[in-house]
């Protein structure tokens, strides 16, 4: 028998011969090892097929059951065992890091192992055995989030659901209506509809068609009730029942009903604005109502946080000693280190600095260590013990100890690694006695004024069994017991006991307060009546420039503040932000100062979105703060919380524990509304190769779809195909190198394993991944071909799985990070909803797209839709400015046709030149903008923004700030007959800026959110400066719109330039 080979590179498939086979051995449950050489895309349940014919021929056959008894375990190339869970995978898809498999019994058919299986599949990463191994976590900190989340979506989110015998609630988990925010719509979209909507219904029952007109704000039961008399008018029959149908998309997995008004449904509402006629189904209800093990709630069924609140108060009495009974100074005994590794070119030692913090705020003063020597092994002893300037007692219950291991690289400290631990653990009881923490290794995302300790970074520990790990202890401080943080109840009995009271005295400043007192009551209180004088102060405070003055608060602003917070509490309808003024201003390192604040908290109105997010930010940790912040979120419609998903996600990061109230509002919306349960899950299972994240975002997803079973399976055959795709694109790469034709266009790769029984098959009959609004019936192989992008990605076709409906086509890219893509189009879609609110539909364009895993994802196709390179080549001598006119006019041959298209264009061009100018988009050229038939322009591509140009040769080739070539100037002005157009275009423009930068603080709070999500052009705050710059924040709105109109003018001026560019483009490509 030939020797298994072990690849060193740990996927075996690099040593298949030039057809694609690879020598297996099989070792079969009887002891015979049987070596078979097999195709590596041929599904192993074919092979087990052909194993079993191979194996009648050996010893012992007798001894084995039939082959459908038996699956296979395998050794993965991280090493470990793995079962099989698909057996309609090929070998290739496994990653084998030997060239065998192991031949095992299945296990007795358990519902519950399956579920389990399936869960550890959808994980990836080896699955929930790999969390609960991980030491990032405690693990009984993991067991108690599992059994309390568990819980928490059985009993508070799932119990009133499960008792719906209907399938109704069920029924709109899975088809929840897709709203706009309003029924109102831009005055140009009135235009188009006046009152009344024109709309085609087929009865399913019968395939008979009917076209009606409604009034606009006609609802869906309304209109199911006129379909039905109709119906029942032409065929005779009197006894249908309006009450047992529903309307449905055509072409779509979109249903309406209820009683908002048509307009309010963003499929009628995108109707309206191509100017195409509504198409629905009629369905019978019982065609589409399906009764579940588990049902979803509906949004009555919602656990209340006022609710929840009530329960945390009646949280029973702890044991122990309260921190607050500690007034000795917080400090620490550093003890070793070990693994340490110094850069060669550094001095052999190093110091350990280790600071308090709360948020990115040091408490106290950081402390170092002295230098000391690392021996040959890495090991280094300190032996110093660190004393704080800070007391037990107000240690807040979010802060953090932060450590950071330095050596000197010439003169200049040079940061090695660094970690950061919660002061209390996840039950709120102070951390004590000896403690090993591995470090995290630098990042090129720290930055130079970060260098001391990393505090924004992850509390989660380095799983890496080779990394630096320092050893330290935390006193007991003379307690026996454990030493608790309070629980609400005693928080708000602490802020009561010492609030400020009339007449007495208790402010920290009493020589300010004394002059500023002019009736009874001391600062702080809410009997104090300021003077005229310190009003002023603070309304100066409130009405500066939020961007600039939170930064320099000085301490007799802050106290002045913190005095008016009642006061500002009350003007919090003029001032929204003011939250965050009070919130800089408290002293976090006094528990009582804390206990106020979080009284405050309590009574505080409710705050819009763009608030509320900022709440969930590193700044403020806080657990009352963020708990408020998600109370005021879970009051946003699914529709409008879907948008700010990804940045919510990212928050998560910011957490100490595992349970915390953002996890559980997440998870509660995402069991409502299944479209954000799937956006959800592929956020968080994108992620999932980032170790800091791993334990955290894994828990989330098995809670979720422990949940959920239904969605699960509908995952589970997405994930199929995605793994189908990543292994059918690492073949194509195989065989376009080994051919040398790694520049040469060849479908064949793509076109030949799709055309294979065992791929048509499981690429049928799923949903898409990007949204569940689709579902995909049979793959069109001939279609499916193989891009010419550099990397190289596959354009795939399915027919729609409504026989009324358009094919899907969907792109698969593997090999780019996706997530800037992601976040550039949710600016885009958040931009859209902005100018909606204020009246303009400026037809953005924001298409799907949603990475999968670690640089791969899946993109949506525009359908009807060229670049203007391809438009541009269809039209000799394309870089005439009248290229995309005439492609225009053989589009749209009527008169009137042609008139909307260019009006299509004029909207939608005005909105991407504000958008991209906005966003600092770059890399523009005439591959990555398109435009539809209709007219409507779009850009898709963002690998470049927030002023990052692309260059060559170190030349900045973009000399414009956005795009507005002569060709887009001849579409608008209709030819030159209509010169007018223009102006109206500049003014759209400026009028759709203005707007924007009115919405400066959303737009720089979803950025800020990112931070920590790795990607390359935004790892600072310094790079959404950017932002701050083009919306001119620190001028006032005249100075800012002149700003605009010099851009506007230099964009006109200079679009020669980009002519050339798209020019030269098109020669090299």
Known sequence: MPPVIVSPDLDVTSFQNDLGQLDIDFLLPNGICVPLQVDIDRPLDQIKQELWKQAANYPLFQQLATFDKYGFLYISGEGQKEDVMDESVGISELRLAASFLKVVEKPADDKRKTIDRQINSLIGMKGSNYIQAQHSVSKAEISEFRQKMTTYCNNDVLKQANQDPTGLVYFEYKHPC???????????????????????????????????????????DELVKMTVDKWSSKSGQKTINCNDYVLQVLGMNDFLYGDNPLVMF??????????????????????????????????????????????????????????????????ITLHTACNVQVPENCRNLVRLCVGVFHGPDPLCSIQETKEVFVSQDGLCSFNDCINFDIKVQDLPQMS??????????????????????????????????????????????????????FPV????????GDCSMIEFSVPDFTKKGSIYYPPIEKVLQCASDHMEEPGKC????????????????????????????????????????????????????????????????????????????????????????????????????TLEADQALTLLDFTFPDKYVRKKATEWLDELPDEELAQYLLQLVQALKYENYLNCDLVKFLLRRALQNRNIGHKLFWLLKSDMHEPSVTVQYGLIIEIYLKANPSHMSILDRQQIILQKLKSITDIHTKAANLKKKAKEKDDSPLQKVMQQSAYKEAFCKIYSPITLMYKLDKIVEKSCKVMDSKKKPFWLEWTNDDEKGQNIQLIYKCGDDLRQDMLTLQILEVMDTIWQSEGYDLRLNPYGCVATGCEEGMIEVVQKSLTLAGIQKWRKLGLDKRSLYDWLKHKNPSEHSLQRAVEEFKLSCAGYAVATYILGVGDRHNDNIMMKETGQLFHIDFGHFLGNKKTKFNINRE??????????????????????????????????????????????????????????????????????????????QEEALEKFRKKFKEAQDNSWSTTVNWWFHMRVH
Request: charged share 25%; hydrophobic share 35%.
């Open 400 to 453: 953090r100890l932060c450590f950071g291991l330095h050596c000197k690289k010439g003169k200049e400290p040079l940061l090695l690694a660094w970690a950061n631990i919660p002061i209390f653990d996840y039950k709120s009881n102070l951390q004590k006695g000896k403690l090993k923490l591995p470090l995290w290794p630098r990042s090129e995302l720290i930055q130079q004024e970060e260098s001391y300790c």
């Open 178 to 220: 897709r709203l706009r925010s309003t029924s109102e719509l831009p005055p140009d979209v009135e235009n188009m509809v006046i009152d009344y909507i024109v709309l085609t219904v087929i009865v399913q029952e019968t395939g008979t068609s009917y076209k009606l007109r409604v009034k606009k704000l006609s609802t869906p």
């Open 457 to 464: 970074g992850t509390v989660a520990t380095n799983p890496q």
């Open 266 to 331: 963003k499929y009628v509402y995108s109707c309206i604005v191509k100017n195409t006629a509504p198409e629905f189904w009629l369905k019978n209800k019982s065609s589409v109502l399906e009764k579940q093990e588990v049902s979803q709630p509906h949004k009555s069924s919602r656990t209340s946080f006022q609710e929840e609140r009530r329960n945390t108060v009646r949280s029973e009495k702890r044991s122990g000693h309260c921190v607050w009974d500690i007034h000795q100074n917080f400090y």
């Open 959 to 1036: 000399r414009v700030p956005f795009i507005l070539t002569s060709h887009f100037e001849y579409i608008i002005k209709d030819g030159e007959k209509k010169p007018q157009n223009f102006t109206d275009f500049k003014e759209i423009c400026e009028r759709a800026y203005l707007i924007i930068r009115s919405r400066a603080h959303l737009l720089i709070q979803l950025f800020m959110m990112m931070l920590s999500s790795g990607i390359p052009q935004l790892n600072n705050v310094s790079d959404i400066d950017y932002i701050k710059e083009v919306l001119a924040l620190n001028s006032t």
């Open 506 to 605: 208790g402010s920290p400043v009493l020589e300010l307060a004394s002059t500023y007192i002019e009736a009874p009551g001391m600062p702080g209180s809410t009997t104090w009546r300021p003077n005229k004088n310190i009003v002023q102060q603070l309304d100066s405070i409130l009405r500066a420039n939020q961007y600039t003055i939170l930064q320099t608060l000085d301490e007799q602003q802050k106290q002045l503040i913190w005095w008016m917070r009642y006061d500002i509490r009350d003007k919090c309808s003029e001032f929204p932000h003011a939250l965050l003024y009070v919130l800089y201003s408290v002293s976090w390192d006094n528990h009582i100062e804390v206990s106020k604040m979080q009284a405050l908290l309590q009574t505080w109105p």
